[in-house]
T-cell receptor, first 117, second 115 residues
Framework: NAGVTQTPKFRILKIGQSMTLQCTQD?????MYWYRQDPGMGLKLIYY???????DKGEVPNGYNVSRSTTEDFPLRLELAAPSQTSVYFC????????????????FGSGTRLTVV | ELKVEQNPLFLSMQEGKNYTIYCNYS?????LYWYRQDPGKSLESLFV?????AVKQEGRLMASLDTKARLSTLHITAAVHDLSATYFC???????????????FGQGTILTVHP
């Protein structure tokens, strides 16, 4: 049981380049999230998804896009990378009771450390 | 807008001493999480507090939740070096069923335990 798997673990991008951070989970969780963590700070929500085909913005969505074509995968796309996007990115998933909207525990991936130069 | 504030942000402790980390939040919630993060690592779940008055203990750590005061505490008893890490609290505002489990994190408390 792999849990939440993120790739790559490290990446250096030049300003203006684009890339996709991959996230996949094998727990059949319905909700998935992308957070970023800047040095010395807590995590901030970028985007989230409540199921395949449904995504919505979090607190800091500018400069990012997401898609959720399957339950398992939730890639994060960076277009026109900027130095302000230098951060550690964490993907997470949770199992939410649709009837009560009660969230089970969260599982976090190991993170992707991105540097934009 | 939900705000989550931890204090202290930095905590230097001697082994064997006790201390408490505080987590205040600004909006009604009945669900609070504590996480541990080691340098360069992901987040490790410590506690999930689901109701007013909830208290959970694991080893030298004990967490509590007072939803009326909008306050959670993480108490450290007889600290040991292995507890050195960054500790985050995170609040879920799903009470009304509209936030879909989105977490708002505190800034984190960097704990260093030295001999």
């Amino acid at each position: 049981n792999a849990g939440v798997t993120q790739t790559p673990k490290f990446r250096i991008l030049k300003i203006g380049q684009s890339m996709t951070l991959q996230c996949t989970q094998d727990m059949n969780h319905n909700y998935m999230y992308w957070y970023r963590q800047d040095p010395g700070m807590g995590l901030k929500l970028i985007y989230y998804s409540v199921g395949a085909g449904i995504t919505d913005k979090g607190e800091v969505p500018n400069g990012y896009n997401v898609s959720r074509s399957t339950t398992e995968d939730f890639p994060l796309r960076l277009e026109l990378a900027a130095p302000s996007q230098t951060s550690v990115y964490f993907c997470a998933s949770s199992l939410v009771n649709i009837r009560t909207i009660r969230v089970g525990g969260y599982t976090f991936g190991s993170g992707t450390r991105l540097t934009v130069v | 807008e939900l705000k989550v504030e931890q204090n202290p942000l930095f905590l230097s402790m001697q082994e064997g001493k006790n201390y408490t980390i505080y987590c205040n939040y600004s909006t009604t919630s009945d669900r609070l999480y504590w996480y541990r993060q080691d340098p360069g690592k992901s987040l490790e779940s410590l506690f999930v507090l689901l109701s007013n008055g909830a208290v959970k203990q694991e080893g030298r750590l004990m967490a509590s939740l007072d939803t009326k005061a909008r306050l959670s505490t993480l108490h450290i008893t007889a600290a040991v070096h292995d507890l050195s890490a960054t500790y985050f609290c995170a609040v879920d505002i799903s009470t009304g069923g509209t936030s879909y489990g989105k977490l708002t994190f505190g800034q984190g408390t960097i704990l260093t335990v030295h001999p």
